[in-house]
């Protein structure tokens, strides 16, 4: 059977809050790791994602994602097209 996993782009929150094993969100971690979805992200959701865990973990596990999402063949990391800068308003 050849599938096609579900592309998804997920929030900072929710994915810092899926990762915990204990999470009522680790559902969604566990569909990344198995290949159903693919995290689709761009370079500053990656840094976001990263500066969030250094904050609220430590820096060995924010490394420790950081490294899992770089390597795994589903997420897929794309160029920002175009940004709305909203700050000024």
Not at 13 to 20: D, E, L, M
Request: proline share 4%; glycine share 2%; hydrophobic share 45%.
């Amino acid at each position: 059977m050849n599938t096609i996993a579900v592309q998804i782009v997920v929030d900072t929150n929710v994915f810092i809050n899926a990762i915990g094993k204990i999470s009522p969100y680790r559902w969604i971690f566990d569909k990344i790791i198995s290949g159903e979805f693919t995290l689709c992200i761009s370079n500053e959701i990656f840094y976001e994602y990263w500066e969030v865990l250094d904050e609220q973990t430590t820096p060995e596990i924010a490394d420790n994602i950081a490294n899992f999402l770089v390597t795994i063949p589903l997420c897929k990391i794309y160029p920002a097209i175009y940004q709305l800068e909203l700050d000024n308003y």
